[in-house]
């Protein structure tokens, strides 16, 4: 299946129930669309099985919350709708997009708690994200955007309005041959990729920033508990960006990026290590386990 994405066979489910793949639309004058209220979820089918399931259920559940409003679906109703989509479309293998948003309604501004929220969940095949940069190593562009404090956005919240300098960035990486950006955060520490969170070697131990103003991706804990498992000393702590001269492999982890390696970022190069590898297969294995 290929084409543009509104413009495929296949089955969405929308506000509980499930529509033809072209129906699936919303109004012109959704709130979201004009005021960013709208949250989501990327997640990935293996063998049937969708990895942290619940725990992107749940996550979405609270991103809304962070953007005040109330999804009207538990998260047992969201599991039982995604795997309903899955099974329309006949994929055991696929990723797996969840969305709510502010719709249509009696309020058109700013404010918009009068308005219906609104749940879609849609998926399709998909592969590696970064192309064949998974054996030899994604080149990073470095933003010139930062990621925001706390203080100015809720940034824990997987919200669309978030992605708006993750576009630009990545756009403008792409213009220079680079397949990703990656976001210092507003202090100049090293933060995380448009999609991705970040992890550095070095000495045997691996660096990887505190999560205390961007998404502290569920494919970061578990690659966190895989590496602690494994005996390895993890340090979840402020990098700054002269550090990246020293540090020996890099990776990035995210549902879409799954464990890819990192070889270049800006001016600093990586290898393609064995601990990196290892990570990498190990992960493979967890997710179809
Ligand atoms: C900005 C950002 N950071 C990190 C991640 C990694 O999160 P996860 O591992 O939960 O997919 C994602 C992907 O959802 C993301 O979009």
New binding site residues.
Partial sequence: MDGAYDDRDGKIWLDGKMVDWREANVHILTHAMHYASSVFE?ERCYNGKIFKSREHSERLRKSAQYLDFEIPYSVDAIETAKYEMLKANGWTDAYVRAVAWRGAGPDMGVSAARNPVRLAIAGWEWGNYYGDAKMQGAKLDISKWKRPSPETIPVHA?AAGLYMI?TTSKHAAEAKGCSDALFMDYRGYVA?A????IFFVKDGEVHTPLADC??N????QTVIGMLKDKGLTVHERHIMPEELEGFEQCWL????AEVTPVGQIGDYTFEVGALTREISEDYEKLVRA
């Fill in positions: 990327g997987k993750c995380e448009t999609g991705a969170n961007f998404l991706g569920l494919t970061r982890t995210g549902t879409a």
